[in-house]
């Protein structure tokens, strides 16, 4: 007989559900037929049941299922005399090496999705992001030295996108995947120049976050649109965007397999093996405008706790701090990472080395961390479905009064506020980085022309005559 249970946790603040209210969605979002979750209940601190047998340790890990691909046939939403499918996938990027972890996070912080300044103060967002970038850099340099000089995340999802071409050609749709990055290389800038070379006339686009929110898949979302629109021959071409895909039964299954084989390795004697859930955390106002993120976490959580249970694993309950799990005595811990697929800072650094300290130092004995997705077989294969399915979805941008993506956009982003141009490193000349930097110059000028105005009570010019000597 052995104990295992779930805990919850964020390692960011998770605001209280109640003020969410869910989003309409526009009628081309693919809605995904799967099993219903079992009630959200589980997230919250209410049932403290825990122990149940676990099967033979034998026989506690199955191979992974995978779904062979069957013979030839008609691809709804594919001609294969027509279309060009490309496929592209959207993600955070990071930073390759440590010089680029200022610049990296000065594109994290001009984007208004990210940090939202009142409209009034909309101009300031260069200089706030200089600023922030500035001071959280040192900090952000340690953590990606200590995870080896820089973010995995570019060769991950290039892998990633190599291995659902290959999926999705398994599947007799030869197509391209293409990998767009939010806020470092490859752009995706770069990402829609290299669609736009390759003709791509039927595109897919998945961002590699399972659950929607605004702060990410949003955020890609709003620029790709600009990008698409800007371009006649990319606007002419069809799209689809699958906005989130935590409920697919292959993301789940594979969730699913990955965390029992983590628990299949905690040494027999580590009675009591409790699982947590570590998702990146959005601010409350987000969720309170209407950020879908928080509900479908919650919902994604109580999936995979329910395909556990059925595989006879454990009896979920909550919890939402590793030192109360130590008080309670708990001696063994599973960290999930669950709100992104890829190994990253947070999994390599965070829950690898802060937590795990933590855990022990209040006296849990084993740990465990289950793996990023990365390339598992049965998630690779599950997206390449989803791709086929989004297929005969596909409408082209142009071609309506109100596009498909801008249908989609229009749910969170009624603003349509207007998004920065990312920079790389520091280089010499008359490049982007050099009118990046002469902007923050000119932003802090004007800033003290006003500040001068202010003490003064004169125009700037009339100050600057006075201080002329006669
Ligand atoms: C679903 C995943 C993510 C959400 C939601 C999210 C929101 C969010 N993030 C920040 C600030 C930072 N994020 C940083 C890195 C980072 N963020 C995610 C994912 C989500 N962020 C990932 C996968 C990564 C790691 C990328 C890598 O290089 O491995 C960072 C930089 C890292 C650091 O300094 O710690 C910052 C800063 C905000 C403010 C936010 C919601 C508004
Ligand atoms: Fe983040």
């Given at each position: 007989m052995r104990a295992v249970s779930v805990s919850a946790l964020q390692h960011v603040d998770c605001p209280p559900s109640t003020s969410y209210r869910p989003l309409a969605r526009p009628s081309l979002v693919h809605r995904y037929n799967v099993h219903r979750p079992c009630a959200a209940q589980s997230w919250q601190r209410t049932s403290t049941s825990r122990a149940v047998a676990t099967p033979d340790r034998a026989t506690e890990v199955p191979p992974p299922t995978l779904r062979s691909p069957g013979p030839a046939r008609p691809i709804p939403g594919y001609d294969p005399d027509t279309d060009r499918v490309g496929v592209l996938l959207l993600n955070l990027g990071g930073?390759?090496?440590?010089?680029?972890?200022?610049?990296?996070?000065?594109?994290?912080?001009?984007?208004?999705?990210?940090?939202?300044?009142?409209?009034?103060?909309?101009w300031l967002q260069p200089a706030v992001a200089w600023l922030i970038s500035t001071l959280r850099a040192p900090k952000s340099r340690r953590g990606y030295a200590a995870i080896g000089g820089g973010s995995p995340l570019r060769a991950i999802t290039q892998e990633q996108a190599d291995a659902l071409a290959g999926a999705?050609?398994?599947?007799?749709?030869?197509?391209?995947?293409?990998?767009?990055?939010?806020?470092w290389a490859p752009t995706t800038e770069q990402a829609v120049a290299a669609l736009k070379a390759d003709r791509i006339n039927k595109l897919v686009v998945l961002p590699l976050y399972p659950q929607f929110?605004?702060?990410?898949?949003?955020?890609?979302?709003?620029?790709?649109?600009?990008?698409?629109?800007?371009?006649?021959?990319?606007?002419?071409?069809?799209?689809?965007?699958?906005?989130?895909?935590?409920?697919?039964?292959?993301?789940?299954?594979?969730?699913?397999?990955?965390?029992?084989?983590?628990?299949?390795r905690f040494p027999a004697e580590a009675d009591g093996v409790e699982i947590f859930f570590s998702a990146h955390g959005v601010p409350q106002?987000?969720?309170?405008?209407?950020?879908?993120?928080?509900?479908?976490?919650?919902?994604?959580?109580?999936?995979?706790?329910?395909?556990?249970?059925?595989?006879?694993?454990?009896?979920?309950?909550?919890?939402?701090?590793?030192?109360?799990?130590?008080?309670r005595r708990v001696r063994g811990l599973l960290a999930v990472p669950i709100s992104f697929v890829s190994e990253h800072i947070e999994?390599?650094?965070?829950?690898?080395?802060?937590?795990?300290?933590?855990?022990?130092?209040?006296?849990?004995?084993?740990?465990?961390?289950?793996?990023?997705?990365?390339?598992?077989?049965v998630f690779i294969a599950d997206l390449a479905d989803a791709v086929l399915e989004a297929l005969p979805y596909a409408g082209s941008v142009a071609g309506s009064a109100v596009g498909e993506l801008d249908a989609l956009l229009e749910t969170y982003d009624r603003d349509r506020r207007q998004l920065p141009a990312p920079i790389g490193g520091w280089v010499w000349g008359w490049t982007r980085s050099a009118e990046t930097w002469n902007g923050r110059l000119a932003m802090l000028a004007l800033l003290s022309v006003l500040l001068l105005e202010l003490v003064t009570g004169r125009g700037a010019i009339g100050t600057l005559l006075a201080l002329m000597p006669r």
């Open positions: 930073p390759e090496t440590l010089e680029d972890v200022r610049p990296f996070l000065y594109n994290l912080f001009a984007d208004p999705d990210i940090i939202r300044l009142p409209p009034a103060a909309r999705l050609a398994d599947r007799a749709v030869p197509a391209r995947a293409y990998v767009a990055m939010r806020y929110s605004v702060s990410t898949s949003g955020s890609s979302l709003r620029l790709l649109e600009r990008l698409l629109r800007e371009d006649a021959q990319l606007a002419a071409a069809r799209h689809v965007v699958i906005p989130s895909w935590y409920a697919r039964p292959g993301y789940v299954a594979a969730s699913c397999d990955l965390i029992q084989a983590e628990l299949a106002s987000y969720v309170d405008e209407g950020d879908p993120y928080k509900e479908e976490m919650e919902q994604c959580v109580a999936l995979i706790m329910t395909e556990l249970a059925a595989r006879g694993w454990l009896r979920p309950y909550t919890d939402d701090a590793i030192r109360y799990l130590g008080e999994t390599l650094e965070e829950i690898d080395m802060e937590y795990r300290e933590l855990a022990e130092e209040v006296g849990i004995k084993s740990w465990g961390r289950v793996p990023a997705l990365n390339t598992n077989p």
